[in-house]
């Protein structure tokens, strides 16, 4: 694959937080932003799947930019294949970002048979994989045989994936992305019922609920000023560094997102985004996240990342979500059985 165009990173996020899009506009913006960081040699395709029930995949609101007929004829190849639970527990289930080649082999044969005959080849995944197994997947097709990127492209890709999955989850939460949904819809986004919303100037008009104490709120305006520091005309170019800085959560429960409102005045409003799962009623809110995230495979600097949180503070709960259960490790932790339909099939991290 061509090397990135780190330029475009900025711009990527951006097109994966414009909530105030239809999900048609929405995919098709996030592709359009995909194109310009990866290159036009590529074909593009999205698509948001429901992979909830592993036997009974459902695929919607597929979009496609630069991308011929002969890789729609593999893509519907693709669906086929995708009726096969085995498949779709260790890709969608299981794997954030990879070759298609090497991570869905034999499965794909057919899919790659149909691809070369017309001159194409790997197709690299980038997928915001979710513990509900309802998330959105967009993909790079290309002519190379294998896609093997580098190791620092392939944090980048992983850390794209965790920004789709995040914003996908919260459009959900906003009513649209529904499975079988009418996907010219827009998302309603009343601000009132947000936990908290700055203005420009990062003062707080609006904190309820957990944003209302003093911590919380040092945390969400420190991760607005370092957003919008990123956005800036003067830094936006920076390249890798924005991925530092900006995170899919602050604080494992807030996403933070534009709204400009009526009187053109813009907020930066602090939504509660958690992902959710059943089966753990005595741990806590910070420790179920970081619970659930681990059960996808992600190891402690990934979840930190993901959650907006230090990596000490990932160790930290871990083990104390392991306590409360009466276990003692997170290898143990991971084969908790209500953890057991989130996990790949033949890996457990221990990173």
Not at 60 to 76: C, I, R
Not at 267 to 296: C, K, M, P, S
Request: a neutral charge; glycine letters at 8%; aromatic letters at 8%.
């Amino acid at each position: 694959m061509d090397a990135l165009d780190d330029t475009q990173l900025v711009s990527f996020l951006e097109a994966v937080y414009a909530l105030e899009l239809d999900d048609r506009s929405w995919l098709d913006g996030i592709l359009s932003a995909l194109r310009a960081l990866c290159g036009d040699d590529h074909s593009y395709v999205g698509f948001f799947y429901d992979a909830s029930d592993v036997a009974d995949l459902k695929i919607w609101n597929v979009a496609v930019q630069n991308t011929p007929p002969e890789s729609m004829e593999a893509f519907q190849v693709f669906r086929e294949i995708s009726k096969n639970p085995t498949f779709v527990r260790t890709t969608f289930r299981s794997l954030p970002v990879g070759s298609a080649r090497r991570t869905a082999m034999p499965y794909l044969a057919p899919v790659f048979a149909v691809r070369e005959k017309h001159g194409w080849g790997d197709i690299f995944n980038i997928n915001g994989i979710d513990p509900s197994g309802v998330g959105c997947d967009v993909t790079i097709g290309t002519r190379a045989r294998e896609c093997v990127p580098s190791a620092s492209d392939v944090l980048v890709y992983k850390r794209l994936a965790n920004h789709l999955a995040a914003a996908f989850r919260l459009r959900r939460r906003l009513g649209v992305a529904q499975v079988d949904g009418a996907i010219d819809l827009k998302p309603v986004q009343r601000i009132d019922d947000a936990e908290a919303i700055l203005d420009e100037r990062g003062k707080f008009v609006h904190a309820t609920g957990a944003a209302a104490g003093k911590l919380a709120q040092e945390r969400i305006k420190s991760s607005m000023s370092a957003i919008d520091a990123q956005r800036n005309e003067t830094t936006r170019n920076a390249g890798r560094s924005a991925l530092d800085h900006w995170h899919p959560l602050t604080g494992a429960r807030w996403t933070l997102v534009d709204s400009f409102q009526e009187n053109g005045r813009r907020y930066l409003v602090a939504r509660e985004n958690q992902a959710h799962g059943g089966g753990f009623d005595a741990l806590t809110d910070r420790e179920r996240q970081i619970v659930l995230h681990a059960a996808l495979g992600f190891s402690n600097k990934e979840i930190a990342y993901t959650l907006g949180i230090s990596d000490t503070t990932v160790r930290v709960l871990i083990a104390r979500a392991a306590g409360r259960l009466g276990l003692k490790s997170r290898r143990q932790l991971l084969l908790h059985p209500a953890l057991q339909e989130l996990q790949p099939d033949s890996s457990e991290s221990n990173r």
